[in-house]
């Protein structure tokens, strides 16, 4: 290959490549509004990602690819877990994994900071980011689903859509708070109380470490339904 080739080979790649990536920054930034949903980031949802960075989430938590990975990726958290949870989680660790093998530092959260770090996350699990990360993809499907056609609900979307980011069935879901089987042999409520418990715990047993539930009383009704059948 002769020297004045190979220029015309570096010139030609070196200006395509250019053109390219000047292109795909346009065209990124053109469909960011569509993509990032930029016309729902509030002053609630920036109070929230500074909430993410006072208290240093990502030394342990992933999101949308960026951080630790000593803890669960939190790009989808809101639809794992819940806003409720997420609230609880955050502000009394030591009281919701109390009988669990994953810990986390109590950070001392006010309320206020945890539901502005609720709208954050929420912001971001709405993020089209083409379904990363692909393992919480059934938990946005199943909690999007509970709320819209609870009546179809199977048992695999009533674990993994209200319950499966602290209880487990089947293997699925996570068993930080037990196991759907050993609950429906332990408990004694009857489905009113069952129900009444899923919407607010505390209503029943004054000392239980579970949050009340982001789930229609109809979903509630489903979901002691499945529990109480599996005895």
Known sequence: MTKKAAKSIFWVGTLMSAGIFIWLTVDFHRQEPAYANTDRITEQ?????????????????????????????????????????????????????????????????????AEDLVEFLHWVADIENRHWPPQDEKYVRAARLREKEPHKLQKVDIVLGACGGCHSFENQGRDIAGDFGDIAKETQYDRDTLVRYILNPTSVNPDSGMPPQNVSPETAELIADFILGLK
């Not at 949870?85 to 030591?94: G, K, L, S, T």
């Open 45 to 113: 949802v920036v109070a929230g990602k500074k909430v993410w960075h006072k208290y240093n989430c990502n030394d342990c938590h992933t999101i949308l690819g960026f951080g630790g990975y000593y803890a669960p990726d939190m790009t989808k958290a809101y639809y794992r877990l819940g806003p409720n949870n997420i609230v609880a989680i955050v502000m009394e660790p030591e009281k919701v994994y109390k009988d669990s093998f994953r810990k986390m530092p109590k950070l001392g959260l006010t309320r206020r900071e």
